[in-house]
Nanobody
Framework: QVQLVESGGGLVQAGGSLGLTCAAS????????MGWYRQAPGSQREFAAS???????TYTDSVKGRFTISRDNAKKTVYLQMNSLKPEDTAVYYC?????????WGQGTQVTVSS
């Protein structure tokens, strides 16, 4: 059974930084994509970043150059370093892992950026 636990959210001023961590358990391969979605109040959940193995990364345009996703396959952990945060980055951030066509999700962690 796959479980994901996020940590690291919080409140930060615009321009500041936060780091998120997602620790996974279960039979996860380095080839299973892992990453982050986010959901702002009143909005749909949207893709933020993903990583396959420890090399191939993808970002949504709005976070490129500011967010960095990384992964430790031995620890089954994915990280999201968020720099130059903006108020529009405020959202609940959800970690996921994709195994075939199925997605597994964490419980979410709140990130709030004040202006």
């Amino acid at each position: 059974q796959v479980q994901l636990v996020e940590s690291g959210g919080g409140l930060v001023q615009a321009g500041g930084s936060l780091g998120l961590t997602c620790a996974a358990s279960g039979s996860i391969s380095r080839f299973n994509p892992m990453g982050w979605y986010r959901q702002a109040p009143g909005s749909q959940r949207e893709f933020a970043a993903s990583i396959v193995n420890e090399i191939t990364t993808t970002y949504t345009d709005s976070v490129k150059g500011r967010f960095t996703i990384s992964r430790d396959n031995a620890k089954k952990t994915v990280y999201l370093q968020m720099n130059s945060l903006k108020p529009e980055d405020t959202a609940v951030y959800y970690c996921y892992v994709r195994m075939g066509v199925r997605y597994y999700w964490g419980q979410g962690t709140q990130v709030t950026v004040s202006s």
